[in-house]
């Protein structure tokens, strides 16, 4: 069983940073793609970044230029730097991650951007 647990949610003003962390239990080298979600309230959860074990990244549109997805193996952890955030940045971010056939979610953490 996979266990990830994120951390680094807050609340910030519009055009601020944060940096989110998602730490797993196990190797996440073995892991075939790591990502984050969000979700805002009355919305559907919706991709925002995603890292494969061969370090290919991609993106939702609306937050190319602005996050940053990046992975430390030593530490397990995947981590979403965000910057310049913006008012409708804001939702529960999940972290997932898919070992071949099996998907696990993290518990979510909340950021909240001010304007």
């Known amino acids: 069983q996979v266990r990830l647990v994120e951390s680094g949610g807050g609340l910030v003003q519009a055009g601020g940073s944060l940096r989110l962390s998602c730490a797993a239990s196990g190797k996440i080298s073995t892991f075939n793609v790591m990502a984050w979600y969000r979700q805002a309230p009355g919305k559907q959860r919706d991709l925002v970044a995603a890292i494969t074990s061969g370090g290919s990244t991609d993106y939702a549109d609306s937050v190319k230029g602005r996050f940053t997805i990046s992975r430390d193996g030593a530490k397990n952890t995947v981590y979403l730097q965000m910057n310049s955030l913006k008012p409708e940045d804001t939702a529960v971010y999940y972290c997932?991650?898919?070992?071949?056939?099996?998907?696990?979610w993290g518990q979510g953490t909340q950021v909240t951007v001010s304007s």
């Open positions: 997932h991650a898919r070992i071949t056939i099996s998907a696990y």
